[in-house]
């Protein structure tokens, strides 16, 4: 029988990036799925989470908690008591920490290992705080979850940990939120960048060194500066912290356009991403790399790097490009003449990323949830 799972959700930021697709993808399946399901969340939340899944028992956290102190505070202390409360048999924690004094056994999902592969891409707090909470959970927890088999081998290559404590569950795509996008979806979101109709090639996601965008500026501005009408390049997600964007940036061109539009609506994520020629992800290294799914399942032509989890995700299906400036020019540039290889790539990865489904993510997490239920119950 499978047991009754209390999800805290209160990690989630307001603004659903990818932490948030990742577990309102979750929930839904695990509702659908019929799972004895109950979830913890932020208050602003609650009415999100119940629709998501109208059958668990959906529980507002207080107040104070959506202060990210506060929040691992209650998460030590006030979790473990409402798990009790709630006759939980296995708490899910999906971001990284867990608390030290659960009655029940914790899965805690890793979702990546860069702050020990590669810590200069981190802020030295940020990652000092997670190699910390890593390496608790590796220790502490029943079971950790990862999104891919690549971060699963370097939680084992570069921590030593035990690979049969450790399960790996793909995340899935909502095909709702991320579909082919129609001509007024698409130009609905044109107007909106100011673009009105004109070409582009499009990033996704949070501004940070590992997502290593400047990079794409300087190999964007090289393979488009001689074009008679250049593409424009959009940089769209969570503005973060990586100062040497504004470098790259500053360095472009006049001739050429670069709009930062920061964090776009979900509605218009599916006409961007699939109203782009080409969707740029050269990161340095992912665990899993959603925004290559998602752009996938738009019908997007996608270009990214060989790192890690993404040809994973993306297979044969995607573009690949070596990380430096030179080389995502040449490939880009080679994208941008070649209109047959791009509807080719649209629709390879369309096709793809119909494979990556929250049902088939939620019954691995389903499995991992029935492994640590009973790696408690086996004797010393």
Known sequence: MAPRVLVDATAVPADRGGLGRYVDGLIAALASAGADLAVVCQRADAERCSRLAPQ?????GPAAISHRSARLAWEQ???????NQLGAEVIHEPYYTMPLRASQPVVVTIHDVTVFSAPEIHAPVRGGFY???VRTSLHRAARCLVPSQATRDELVRVLGADPDRIDVAYHGVDTVAFHRPDEQERRRVSDRLGLHGLPYVAFLGE?????NVSALVRGWATA???????????????PGWDGEVDRAVAEVPSHLRVVRPGYLRPTDLSGYLGGALVVGYPSQSEGFGLPVLEAMACGAPVLATRRLSLPEVGG????YT???PDSIAIELKSLLADDERRRELGDAGFARAAQFTWSASAQAHLEAYARAAGALARPA
């Open 56 to 60: 668990a028992r959906v529980v507002a």
């Open 77 to 83: 202390a006030g979790l473990p008591l409402l798990a």
């Open 131 to 133: 190699r910390s909470a």
């Open 207 to 211: 501004i940070t060194p590992r997502k």
């Open 224 to 238: 488009v500066s001689d074009l008679d009408q250049p593409p424009a390049l959009v940089l769209a997600g969570y």
């Open 316 to 319: 044969e299906a995607v573009a």
């Open 322 to 324: 070596e990380p430096d």
